[in-house]
């Protein structure tokens, strides 16, 4: 991608001629944790949320950064692209080593990386499987360690689907990159956090916008057999805002699309986040 804006340890540069050490602790070790920022009609969405997530992604790893200076370049991102929507990926990691080792030294220096591409918000519907939740017991971290979403989502791929939604022993966790919500004709269920499911920004604004307008949403632990039964299936992210599951492949299950509580939820964040 050519003319993308980025900054390299507080130096801002073209994405192109930006070059980074081979034995930065992200590259070797994926010692690095990540947040993805959107923004819209350029203003950051859930800003302040956003850089708290960050922050106990860096206190459950003991990075320490400057917070304030991270915030700063963050927005300076957003506004050195003159894009209207989109959003910017922000990465630190514990530093670069001397030579790679498992043991990292205490003197190390925090390495920040962050660039800014234009999104467009639009309404999508998702084909989906389900799978066998293949990642690390952390996942409330928002570590760079992606192999097992990256291993699920590429098998889901190469089936023709757009996402996946995993399980570990039957009870659903979240998404490869998303949250699950799904509903039957009174109540939207979702399954509650834990260390199996990362704080998505998403589902927190949409939990607390259905909560302020009286829809019932219930946190828990839930089943593939909820799922099957759901009436109503969606996925929420910084970047997918909610789209609805139009088909499980090898399921039999009875999605209605448009269902009038996706719809209601669909509405509440479009008029709060989207317009």
């Given at each position: 991608m050519?003319?993308v804006?980025a ?17 930065s602790?992200a590259y070797t070790f994926?010692?690095?944790?990540y ?14 949320k ?8 860096c ?12 915030s700063?370049e ?17 990465q630190?990691s ?9 043991m990292?030294?205490?003197d ?9 591409v ?9 084909k ?6 293949l ?14 979403n990256v ?6 791929k ?5 996402e996946?939604i995993?399980h570990?022993n039957n ?8 949250n699950?919500?799904f ?7 979702t399954?509650?956090?834990s ?12 939990i ?8 019932t ?14 009436k109503?299936i969606?996925l929420t992210?910084?970047?997918k805002g ?7 492949i090898?399921q039999k299950?009875?999605?209605q ?5 996706f719809?209601?939820c ?10």
């Amino acid at each position: 991608m050519e003319n993308v804006h980025a900054v390299y340890n507080g130096r801002f540069d073209n994405l192109n001629n930006i070059k980074i050490s081979p034995l930065s602790r992200a590259y070797t070790f994926s010692d690095s944790v990540y947040e993805v920022i959107p923004f819209f009609n350029l203003k950051p969405i859930a800003f302040d949320k956003h850089i708290l997530r960050l922050k106990r992604s860096c206190d459950a790893l003991s990075f320490s950064v400057d917070f304030d200076v991270i915030s700063i370049e963050i927005n300076e991102l957003i506004i050195k692209s003159e894009l209207k929507n989109g959003y910017v990926y922000y990465q630190i990691s514990r530093g670069v080593d001397p030579i790679r080792s498992h043991m990292f030294g205490h003197d190390l220096t925090e390495e920040t990386f962050g660039y800014v591409v234009s999104h467009t918000f639009d309404s999508q519907t998702l084909k989906v499987m389900f799978c066998e939740d293949l990642r690390w017991q952390r996942c409330d971290i928002k570590s760079t360690s992606l192999l097992g979403n990256v291993m699920s989502m590429n098998n889901a791929k190469n089936k023709g689907c757009d996402e996946v939604i995993m399980h570990k022993n039957n009870i659903i966790t979240e998404g490869g990159a998303s949250n699950v919500f799904f509903a039957n004709d009174k109540c939207v269920f979702t399954p509650r956090l834990s260390e199996n499911i990362l704080p998505g920004i998403t589902r927190e604004l949409l939990i607390m916008q259905m909560k302020e307008t009286g829809i019932t949403v219930e946190e828990g632990e839930y089943t593939i057999d909820d799922l099957i039964n759901a009436k109503s299936i969606w996925l929420t992210s910084s970047t997918k805002g909610l789209a609805q599951v139009s088909e499980v492949i090898d399921q039999k299950i009875n999605i209605q699309l448009d269902h009038p509580l996706f719809k209601k939820c669909e509405k509440l964040f479009i008029n709060n986040y989207l317009s």
